[in-house]
T-cell receptor, first 111, second 110 residues
Framework: EADIYQTPRYLVIGTGKKITLECSQT?????MYWYQQDPGMELHLIHY???????EKGDLSSESTVSRIRTEHFPLTLESARPSHTSQYLC??????????FGSGTRLTVV | DAKTTQPNSMESNEEEPVHLPCNHS???????IHWYRQLPSQGPEYVIH???SNVNNRMASLAIAEDRKSSTLILHRATLRDAAVYYC???????????FGQGTRLTINP
């Protein structure tokens, strides 16, 4: 059973639209992460958070932004979607950096 | 961060053991060896981790070389559901993030 939830599972949206990808976890984990993965390619860390009101950029530059107002919630926002943003976005959480749990991902297609 | 080296792909047969190698020659004393796997169309899932001693759990076994410069993930009896990309990752004690490499794509033949 999943303790970390991502919605939507699939999203097809037009260029220029603002989108928010939701990620919630029920485990009380302090650390949360967003990864981006193109088909058949490796995962790249784009954002992470150590706790409430803490956000950091990851190893791969991304035009998306994140917020962490509540421990359990770590949404990712794209202000103006472009076809280059088409990818899979995976959310993860961990307790003190040990034992990471991943969501099932959101597969985003921008047309 | 210390790097790991894994074969790009491996193939095995159903119900046979599978040994997935990982080299990490620049490992430091506080680096834990973690294995994750990613099934098709899913997020990665934790498999096993260790520091120095061999480890066993219900999913797999982890054999760590005495000098810690390499390790092997062992699936004792592969099933078709074990077909996935397997990632060997070093996580330093106190590290804040998980960094993935390319992993090994494991194919299981019926």
């Amino acid at each position: 059973e999943a303790d970390i939830y991502q919605t939507p599972r699939y999203l097809v949206i037009g260029t220029g639209k603002k989108i928010t990808l939701e990620c919630s976890q029920t485990m009380g984990h302090d650390k949360m992460y967003w990864y981006q993965q193109d088909p058949g390619m490796e995962l790249h860390l784009i954002h992470y958070s150590y706790g409430v009101n803490s956000t950091e950029k990851g190893d791969l530059s991304s035009e998306s932004t994140v917020s962490r107002i509540r421990t359990e919630h770590f949404p990712l926002t794209l202000e103006s979607a472009r076809p280059s943003h088409t990818s899979q976005y995976l959310c993860a959480s961990s307790l003190a950096g040990v034992g990471y749990t991943f969501g099932s991902g959101t597969r985003l297609t921008v047309v | 961060d210390a790097k790991t080296t894994q074969p790009n792909s491996m193939e095995s047969n159903e119900e046979e053991p599978v040994h997935l190698p990982c080299n990490h020659s620049t490992i430091s004393g506080t680096d834990y060896i973690h294995w994750y796997r990613q099934l098709p169309s899913q997020g990665p899932e934790y498999v096993i981790h260790g520091l120095t001693s061999n480890v066993n759990n219900r999913m797999a076994s982890l054999a760590i070389a005495e000098d810690r410069k390499s390790s092997t993930l062992i699936l004792h009896r592969a099933t078709l559901r074990d077909a996935a990309v397997y990632y060997c990752i070093l996580i330093r004690q106190g590290a804040q993030k998980l960094v993935f490499g390319q992993g090994t794509r494991l194919t299981i033949n019926p």
